[in-house]
């Protein structure tokens, strides 16, 4: 979670002992008779994966150099660390450093030890490899250099303990962490952080932010009541079960038909604009519709039970009920008695839709089971007409609408005869279009489309946001991360240049890339696509914002690539030739309030960051100058995968990666100005009290994460948005 509670939080002395006592049941049930572990068990028992480190904590416990560690031995040097000073702690922490040291206990080596270049460079080899962070070796030299250097006052040529405890002092952070436990060093496994969101639904906050959907839910079942309840007086001279199935007949008329309104993307973005994105909840008619949807699901299988039933205690003795439900020979319905059949088709294909539209299926790989699936809607709608007499009068005003949107939508596709003219494949198989611009296509910053490649998939349509600025006028960027079939089919293309289908295609392929980062490769030719939109996202509020938050986790960046740039260039400053006097262009319209934007981007692995690293390394550059109450713009890089600065294996690294960035001016992860932290980020408190006005947080990116930012923005007051479609 991105919270306090998971960012590689502190262990309190109540944690730390139930970690011992963990620890001391892994050590029984992998010790053998003679109630020892070695190398390889010890690995298992406290799940230490790098060799290094394994082989340095065995080192240390085993006291009396037998090749294994009993439980007395364990449990003395655990307790040394839990319960030990800060002198202990910092000893162990420089033992491990040193290589050639053995003990963790300083009578048994009393401050003889010191660390050379050699064996600092070991160490932080490791931990790049512990952190998953990838350096060329010309950069190891350069952290190896800079943390001894700055750690070995004395220039003897080695680092004495005191030395090292010295250098420690200049970072508060770990030596706070050193003093609050130590038995985060060996990683125990995670303790699951749910218990502060158990009653979470009850809280004032949760009922202040969500007030617009609440008040719409509550609308919506109201209206579902009295549909309901109408229904079934006005059926009451048919029994009990006979009103059941008319009540939810109504209620199916209604939402068959609301389901669609939800889904008006071209009416719902015009809408955005208007006043109503105050009163109703807009942003999340992708939640709102997924909710009609399983509504539309009960309301069908009570609907068509409740007519079984019927059919059975009235005690229809004319038809069997396989011809009762697989026939017209009993002549119910409007149109030629086939109102049964129709219904369990109905039943059958509604099934089909909510299950392939399940996150399991959409996640998994397989978007295309549930984009073809849900056109099963058009014979739903045909089927509804068919199958009841009174639908149509729902359903006409609403479909003509839909109708009429679908005409735009293919009229526009079709127009302007658009091209794919460039392709970059980025690291993590993210494919990088630039799709050439046409003249009559505007757009907002964080709008999405819908775009279809006749030579990837003929008929099919994916919605992919935009990552370029409105104001670039001659392309459009599109970052396509590779997660299912459409979208590998779509990188697996442009990586085969040679492939038989695109004979004829002028095309040119360049390694492109950054230092340390590894390489991209760029794919330029012409290649047809149609694009359907754009359509408003939640992301367009950012502008009418005081003080937005962006977090982008991932590929969910791509929203707020588009954003960025935007903002640059409406504040993009200009410097006179004659007398060098600066200004900001500052061309703010009545719709942008913004005083401050803080930019989150959380990524799993390193590699990711080459994503957008050139354009926010242009974005430092139009930041460069520091502004009187502040910069406008600040950039927070986290990577998931790199050790806390908490975790023994890379405080070392860490203190050295700080070191370099302030003497390069520059990241050593992404060549970016802005440090890249390890974890995940704490960000909620600070926020909170730079006092530039009411915070809007908005967030793209996975689902898991977003409960966990959106439970903190309660807490806080934060208005919370998730992009989403």
Same mark, same amino acid.
């Given at each position: ?8 939080g ?8 139930r ?17 020892? #572990? !070695?190398? @390889? =068990?010890? *690995? %298992?028992? +406290? /799940? ?5 480190? &394994? ?6 416990f ?42 963790p206990e ?8 010191? #660390? !050379?270049? @050699? =064996?600092? *460079? %070991?160490? +932080? /080899? ?5 952190? &998953? ?19 070995d ?15 420690l ?32 639904? +009850? ?35 048919g ?39 105050r009163? +109703? ?33 009235r ?38 839709m ?29 089927l ?94 599109l ?15 442009f ?16 390694l ?11 794919v ?38 588009s ?103 520059k ?16 960000w ?42």
């Open positions: 979670v991105c919270c306090s509670a998971g960012c590689g502190h262990m309190s002395s109540d944690e730390d002992a970690w011992l006592e963990w620890v001391t049941k892994q050590f029984e049930n992998i010790a053998g008779e003679d109630k020892e #572990i !070695d190398l @390889d =068990e010890f *690995k %298992t028992a +406290l /799940k230490v994966k790098e060799s290094f480190f &394994a082989e340095r904590f065995f080192s240390l085993d006291s009396d150099r037998s090749g294994s560690i009993s439980l007395d031995e364990l449990l003395k040097a655990l307790n040394l660390l839990i319960h030990g000073t800060e002198a202990d702690r910092l000893r162990f922490l420089f033992q491990v450093y040193d290589v050639d040291g053995q003990s300083p009578e048994h080596n009393p401050g003889s030890g010191s #660390i !050379d270049p @050699d =064996e600092l *460079k %070991t160490v +932080l /080899k490791s931990c790049l490899q512990e952190s &998953a962070i990838s350096l060329p070796e010309e950069k190891l030299e350069d952290l190896t250099l800079v943390l001894f250097e700055s750690a006052k004395d220039n003897s040529g080695s680092i004495t303990f005191e030395e090292l405890k010295a250098e002092e200049n970072f508060p952070e770990v030596m706070e962490n050193l003093t609050i436990s130590a038995a985060n060093w060996l990683k125990p496994p995670e303790v699951e952080q749910k218990k502060h969101q158990t009653h979470r639904y +009850l809280t004032r906050a949760y009922w202040q932010n969500n007030s617009r959907k609440l008040l719409f839910l509550c609308l919506y079942s109201l209206l579902n009541l009295l549909l309901f309840v109408g229904a079934v007086l006005y059926h009451r001279y029994g009990g079960w006979f009103m059941l199935a008319k009540g939810c007949g109504q209620c199916l008329n209604f939402n068959c038909t609301f389901v669609m309104v939800l889904m008006l993307r071209r009416c719902l973005t015009w809408v955005r604009t208007t006043w109503v994105v009163v +109703l909840p807009l942003d999340q008619n992708i939640l709102l519709h997924q909710i009609v949807g399983y509504a539309i699901l009960f309301f069908t299988v009570v609907h068509t039970a409740a007519h079984v039933v019927n059919f059975g205690t005690a229809l003795t004319h038809f069997s009920l396989w011809e009762y439900l697989l026939t017209t020979r009993p002549g119910v319905g409007w149109v030629k008695g086939t109102a049964s059949l129709t219904g369990v088709i109905l039943q059958l294909l509604i099934f089909l909510v299950i392939c539209s399940s996150t399991f299926v959409r996640r998994s790989g397989h978007f295309e089971v549930f984009y073809w699936t849900h056109l099963s809607y058009i014979w739903v709608w045909i509804l007409i068919i199958h009841c007499a009174n639908f149509w009068k729902w359903f006409v005003v609403p479909g003509l609408v839909f109708l009429l949107e679908k005409i735009v939508g293919i009229a526009v596709s079709r127009m302007g005869g658009l091209h794919i003219v460039e392709v970059n494949l980025l690291p993590s198989k993210v494919t990088h279009l630039v799709i050439r611009r046409p003249q009559f296509f505007q757009f907002k910053p964080g709008d999405y489309i819908y775009i279809n490649i006749p030579k990837i998939a003929k008929y099919e349509w994916h919605p992919f946001t935009i990552s370029s600025a409105p104001e670039q006028s001659d392309t459009l960027w970052h396509v991360r590779s997660m299912g079939q459409w979208t590998n089919r779509l990188y697996e293309y990586r085969q240049p040679e492939s038989p289908d695109r004979t004829g295609l002028p095309w040119q392929l360049t492109i890339g950054s230092p340390g980062l590894g390489g991209s490769e760029r330029c030719f012409m290649c047809q696509c149609y694009v359907d939109g754009p359509y408003g996202t939640p992301t367009r509020q950012i502008f009418a914002s005081e003080h937005a938050v962006l977090i982008g986790a991932g590929i969910g960046i791509t929203p707020f690539a954003i960025l740039q935007s903002i640059m260039y409406r504040m993009r400053k200009h410097l006179c030739p004659s007398c060098n006097y600066s200004w900001c262009e500052n061309i703010k319209d009545s719709d942008m309030k913004l005083r401050k934007v803080d930019f989150i981007w959380i990524n799993r692995d390193q590699k990711s960051f080459e994503w957008f690293v050139s354009l926010l390394t242009q974005l430092e550059l139009d930041q460069a100058d520091e502004e009187p109450e502040g910069r406008f713009l600040e950039m927070h890089m986290y990577m998931t995968s790199a050790l806390s600065k908490n975790d023994m294996k890379a405080i070392g690294l860490q203190m050295a990666l700080d070191l370099l960035a302030k003497k390069e001016k990241d050593s992860i992404t060549g970016l100005r802005t440090r890249t932290q390890p974890g995940r980020p704490r909620e408190k600070k926020l909170s009290e730079e006092n530039k006005g009411k915070v809007h947080v908005f967030y793209c990116g996975a689902p898991s994460l977003a409960k966990a930012i959106k439970a903190q923005c309660e807490n806080f007051g934060f208005n919370f948005y998730k992009e989403n479609f």
